[in-house]
């Protein structure tokens, strides 16, 4: 099983990227894949899942829009679309299977150790910088 994260690169305030998730041993169609970060000196958070069941999209509420999830069971890859990029987007993104939960209207993303992801990669770097 591996996961294996692209995409990442330097990036103006306000320009966008897309990052690719590219998976092996890995079926799409069963398990949620989801986006995480980790900022210098931060924990790392989620940022988005999209389900394995019907190909959900789910956010974390501080992006605000501004990133979109979306996969390619063929491809075997899920990706992420990030527009409007500030410098405290800056951060490794990395992909593993998730899970969401919801309380108070908002939602979490979380990582799913209860399945296989394999190894954590280098991730990606995404710098936004002008």
């Known amino acids: 099983v591996q996961l294996v994260e692209s995409g990442g690169g330097l990036v103006q305030p306000g320009g966008s990227l897309r990052l690719s998730c590219t998976s092996s041993?890995?079926?799409?169609?069963?398990?949620?894949v989801g986006w995480f970060r980790q900022a210098p000196g931060k924990e790392r958070e989620g940022v988005s899942c999209?389900?394995?069941?019907?190909?959900?999209?789910y956010y974390a509420d501080f992006l605000k829009g501004q990133f979109t999830g979306s996969s390619d069971r063929a491809k075997k890859t899920v990706y992420l679309q990030m527009n409007n990029l500030k410098p405290e987007d800056t951060a490794v993104y990395y992909c593993?299977?998730?899970?969401?939960?919801?309380?108070?209207?908002?939602?979490?993303?979380?990582?799913?150790?209860?399945?296989?992801?394999?190894?954590w990669g280098l991730g990606t770097l995404v710098t936004v910088s002008s």
């Open positions: 593993r299977a998730c899970y969401v939960h919801e309380e108070n209207q908002s939602y979490y993303v979380h990582v799913d150790n209860r399945v296989d992801s394999g190894p």
């Open positions: 999209i389900t394995g069941s019907d190909g959900s999209a």
């Open positions: 041993g890995f079926t799409l169609d069963y398990y949620s």
